[in-house]
Nanobody, 125 residues
C-alpha cells in the first residue's frame, strides 16, 4: 500500500498550508490514517488522527490550529494547518493503521503499518 503525501512548502509565520495524503490501495481493515511530523534532530511525533468513534485527536501543539479531515471515497486524508509557527517546521508524514487499533495507541507511531514518504513544511520569514 502506497501513501502519497503532498502540499508541503515554504510559508511565513501565521500562514496556512493544506496537506493531502492519497492512499488508493487502502483496504477497510487499514483505513484509519493519521499525521506525524519529524523536525531536524528530533523524534517523529504524533500530530493528528481520527478514531473510529468519529472523534478527532490532536497533539497539544496542533490543537486549535490544525484540522484533520478525510474523503473516504477518494481514500484521502487532509491536514489543514493554520497560524503556522516556525516550530511547525518539519517533514510531515501520513500513515495508516488497522481499524482495530485501540484508542490508547492511536498516537503511537508503532501502531501505524503504512507510511508515506513525507512532505516538507518550512515556516520562516
Amino acid at each position: 500500500v502506497q501513501l502519497q503525501a503532498s502540499g508541503g512548502g515554504l510559508v511565513q509565520p501565521g500562514g496556512s498550508l493544506s496537506l493531502s495524503c492519497a492512499a488508493p490501495g487502502l483496504t477497510g481493515t487499514n483505513r484509519y490514517m493519521g499525521w506525524f511530523r519529524q523536525a531536524p534532530g528530533k523524534e517523529r511525533e504524533f500530530v493528528a488522527t481520527k478514531f473510529r468513534n468519529g472523534h478527532t485527536y490532536y497533539s497539544d501543539s496542533a490543537k486549535g490550529r490544525f484540522t484533520i479531515s478525510g474523503d473516504n471515497a477518494k481514500k484521502t486524508t487532509y491536514l489543514q494547518m493554520d497560524n503556522l509557527k516556525p516550530e511547525d517546521t518539519a517533514v510531515y508524514f501520513c500513515a495508516a493503521r488497522p481499524a482495530s487499533t485501540i484508542l490508547s495507541q492511536i498516537r503511537a507511531a508503532t501502531a501505524y503499518i503504512y507510511w508515506g514518504q513525507g512532505t516538507l513544511v518550512t515556516v520562516s520569514s
